[in-house]
C-alpha cells in the first residue's frame, strides 16, 4: 500500500476535541455506585453465617462401646472368683448396672450435634422470609400465619425439599415467584430442624416434623421437579 492510498485520510483534518474531551459524568456516577453498592453489601454480611461450601450442620456418630465384662458367660462366671476375692458373676451384674445407669443418661455430645433450626432459618431463609418470618409484599410470602406451613407436614416438607414455582396464595395475597430446592444442601435432620422451627415461631402453633417425614418425602417421590400450588393440592389436599 502507497502514499496515494491514503490521500482521503489525508485530507480529513484533525478532530480539535480528541484527547481533550472528559469522560461522560454518568460513567463516573456508575462507578460511585457500584463501589458503593459493593461496600454497603460488604457491611450487611459481616457477622452473618457464611453460605459457601457444605454448610450442613455436622452429626455426631454414636459408635458402639464393648463390655468386656459381658464377654464372660453365666456359667463361666459360676462359682469363679477374682484374685480380690469378688465373685465374678457379681461384677458382670455390677457392669450391666453401670451400663444401664449410663445408658439411661442423655448423650451430651450427640444432643449438641443436634441441627439448630434458627441458625438454619437464618442462613437459608431469613433473607426472603425475613427474621420476622413477615415476607417482602409483593415478592416473597409471610411464614407467620401461613396455612402452608402449619398444615399437613408433608406439604412444607414437600416445599422446602423439592421447590416451588407459580402462583400462590398466602394469607390472602397472591405471589408469583420461585422457592429454591434445600433437598440437595440440608439433610433429612436440618430440613426438619428448620421447618419445626418455622412452625412454631411468629405465632404459629404447628407440632415439630421429625426426620423420618423427610425421608419418607424421599422415599416416596424421589428426585423430583419441583412443584406448584395446584399440584400441592392435587397430592396433599388444601392446607
Given amino acids: 500500500m502507497n502514499e496515494h492510498d491514503h490521500r482521503a485520510q489525508n485530507r480529513e483534518a484533525p478532530e480539535p476535541e480528541e484527547g481533550t474531551r472528559a469522560a461522560p459524568k454518568f460513567v463516573f456516577a456508575w462507578i460511585a455506585i457500584l463501589i458503593v453498592w459493593g461496600v454497603g453489601y460488604y457491611a450487611w454480611q459481616i457477622g452473618k453465617p457464611m453460605l459457601g461450601g457444605d454448610s450442613r450442620t455436622p452429626v455426631a456418630a454414636e459408635h458402639p462401646q464393648t463390655n468386656p465384662a459381658k464377654d464372660v458367660t453365666a456359667e463361666q462366671a459360676d462359682g469363679v472368683e477374682t484374685n480380690d476375692g469378688t465373685d465374678t458373676a457379681d461384677s458382670v451384674e455390677a457392669a450391666d448396672s453401670t451400663e444401664t445407669s449410663a445408658a439411661s443418661e442423655p448423650d451430651s455430645s450427640i444432643a449438641a450435634a443436634t441441627p439448630d433450626g434458627a441458625a438454619l432459618f ?118
Fill in 122 to 239: 437464618g442462613a437459608h431463609c431469613s433473607a426472603c422470609h425475613q427474621a420476622s418470618g413477615q415476607g417482602i409484599p409483593g415478592a416473597f410470602p409471610p411464614l407467620a400465619g401461613s396455612k402452608w406451613l402449619q398444615g399437613d407436614p408433608a406439604i412444607p416438607v414437600a416445599i422446602v425439599h423439592d421447590g416451588l414455582q407459580g402462583n400462590i396464595e398466602v394469607a390472602g395475597n397472591t405471589f408469583q415467584g420461585a422457592m429454591p430446592k434445600f433437598g440437595g444442601q440440608l439433610s433429612d435432620a436440618e430440613l426438619a430442624a428448620v421447618l419445626s422451627y418455622t412452625r412454631s415461631q411468629w405465632g404459629n402453633d404447628a407440632s415439630d416434623i421429625s426426620p423420618k417425614v423427610v425421608a419418607e418425602h424421599k422415599e416416596r417421590f424421589g428426585d423430583r421437579a419441583v412443584w406448584s400450588a395446584d399440584e400441592l393440592v392435587e397430592v396433599f389436599g388444601k392446607p
